[in-house]
């Protein structure tokens, strides 16, 4: 149960990390709930395990566009691995729920064993990530990059560091 809470909410870390650095749009945003759908554990063509997330989010302000969507997780000095999202826009003005897919890469370096070690004794306040995505308020633009690092795992549980 941990594990699927855990990858579940690293989906719901693209809304919640990017509400901290983007247009004020985005501050404007609340995310409510999130649930995780679907998992596909890696196959021999797709090597990422890939989970379908639905999140309701408020938004009371204007269009927002997120793409390009990227990361990395962390524990200490442990790199667990990377992750990517398809990208996905937030209708405005509406509480609406949105299906985000997530692909989380394993790093090489680190065996099965370990990582269900991780996952068992799993604290947010031990993790962090890195992130890397743009944002756009048209459908037709790409929009500036924004790069955020070292945000605690924490801020997915709604706990502060």
Same mark, same amino acid.
């Given at each position: ?28 945003? /609340? ?27 408020? /938004? ?79 459908? /037709? ?21």
């Amino acid at each position: 149960m941990k594990r699927i809470l855990w990858t579940g909410l690293m989906a719901l870390a693209l809304l919640a990390a990017a509400s901290c650095a983007g247009p004020d749009n985005l501050r404007k945003m /609340n995310v409510h709930s999130g649930r995780v759908t679907g998992i596909r554990l890696p196959s021999a063509g797709q090597p990422a395990i890939t989970l379908s997330v639905q999140a309701e989010v408020d /938004n009371p302000a204007g269009y927002v566009k997120l793409s390009d969507i990227s990361g990395v997780l962390h524990s200490g000095k442990l790199t667990l691995g990377t992750f990517t999202a398809d990208d996905f826009s937030i209708e405005p003005r509406m509480s609406k729920e949105y299906a985000v897919k997530l692909y989380l890469t394993p790093d090489s370096g680190l065996s099965f064993f370990t990582l269900m070690g991780l996952l068992r004794d799993f604290d947010p306040d031990d993790y962090v990530f890195d992130l890397d995505l743009r944002l756009s308020g048209s459908p /037709n633009a790409k929009g500036p990059r924004y790069k955020l690092k070292d945000l605690p795992a924490s801020l997915l549980l709604g706990h502060s560091r």
